[in-house]
């Protein structure tokens, strides 16, 4: 991952956030069906896409 100057610059600064997990993926073997996990991808993508097309809209206003 690259840094910027500022960063750099900064004391104790790291961009590390491998010890930021999510709860429910600390398990493994406790994962959904990868049908549920596809179908909760296609939920969030689209959630996702209505957010920008609303921010598409106030910004066309």
């Known amino acids: 991952m690259n840094q910027n100057p500022e960063q750099i610059a900064r004391d104790k600064t790291s961009?590390?956030?491998?010890?930021?997990?999510?709860?429910s993926l600390a398990d493994l073997d406790n994962l959904?069906?990868?049908d549920v996990l596809a179908e909760d991808i296609i939920e969030n993508l689209g959630a996702g896409?209505?957010?920008?097309?609303?921010?598409l809209a106030a910004l066309e206003k």
């Open 49 to 55: 896409l209505e957010s920008f097309r609303t921010v």
């Open 32 to 34: 959904p069906d990868p």
């Open 15 to 23: 961009l590390d956030i491998t010890w930021l997990k999510a709860q």
